[in-house]
């Protein structure tokens, strides 16, 4: 600590000492060092993707059920002649998932040769019909067209525009959330409104829907606007098991399931 003294009186001053100077030779060296070791790394590894010890032997794909391990080894674009070390993994992974059967891919390596892929698929859960007919998967995403043959135990989604299919392709599912969400209720065990007793749901703009049991057709009228979905279905579900247990379902003709607040409206034949 100082003591200066001015005309104006005397004032104190602390300054800190410095602490001890690191030598720019021992910077020097220390440089020098990290340079080198950078340099043998990046050879080693440089000599390592050009080896014979690393180059692919086997690709071990797992995960598939409707893609076959040819497609997946095709996508992926690996061959025997591929280093290990030098394969790009998230390019690998990218070219896989280009695949519309494809949800998610995992890609690693097992030293010293061998290429571990694991795929997980979308699950294919309905029909969309829009000109032509197209698989969805259980997040809303089309999957291929396709005809009707192999897939007719899945419930047709109709009512859709043709920017509603674009936005499905492109994994935007809001144009169907709602079919989707009943769907997955439907799936959930045994049913009287089981996703094998549903043949078709019409679904509207303002998020309304008409679902049509399979061995009847009789349309069940969802509101869109009301009452939660799930608080409508099982509402169908207990309707639909006291018609079925009435003997009443054979003359049904429509159920609206909004008629009014905790009232549900069946209209019967004669």
């Known amino acids: 600590m100082r003591i200066r003294t001015t005309s104006r009186g005397s004032y104190y001053s602390s300054q800190k000492k410095s602490g001890p100077s690191v030598p720019w030779n021992l910077l020097l060296e220390m440089l020098v ?24 032997s086997s690709v071990q794909i797992v995960g598939c059920r409707h893609l076959t391990q040819r497609d997946v080894l095709r996508l992926s674009r690996v061959t025997v002649q591929d280093n290990l070390l ?12 280009t695949d519309p059967w494809v949800r998610t ?14 795929v997980q698929e979308r699950i294919p859960v309905a029909l969309l019909k829009a000109r032509r007919l197209y698989l969805v998967g259980d997040r ?22 043709p920017e509603d299919i674009k936005d499905l392709k492109q994994g935007n599912p809001q144009s169907i959330q709602r079919a989707l969400q009943l769907i997955s209720m439907a799936s959930k065990g045994t049913r009287t409104l089981g996703i094998n007793n549903i043949s078709q749901i019409s679904v509207a703009r303002d ?3 008409l679902v049509y049991t399979a061995d009847r057709r009789i349309p069940f009228c969802f509101d869109g606007t009301g009452k939660r979905l799930d608080i409508q279905f099982h509402r169908a579900e207990e309707i639909l098991y006291q018609l079925y247990r009435s003997g009443m379902y054979k003359r049904v003709n429509r159920v609206k399931l909004d008629y009014a607040p905790g009232c549900a409206w069946a209209s019967l034949s004669r």
Not at 34 to 49: D, E, G, N, P, R
Not at 105 to 118: A, F, K, S, T, Y
Not at 140 to 147: Q, T
């Open 33 to 56: 060092l990290v340079s080198l070791v950078s340099f043998s790394l990046f050879i080693c590894w440089h000599l390592a993707s050009k080896s014979e010890l690393f180059r692919v």
């Open 140 to 161: 809303g995403r089309i999957i291929e067209a396709v005809s009707r043959g192999n897939y007719r135990s899945f419930p047709i989604i109709t009512g859709l525009r």
């Open 105 to 118: 891919v995992e890609v690693r390596r097992r030293l010293p040769d061998q290429l571990m892929i694991r």
């Open 207 to 209: 998020g309304s829907m």
């Open 86 to 97: 030098s394969l790009d993994l998230r390019s690998i992974a990218k070219n896989i998932e």
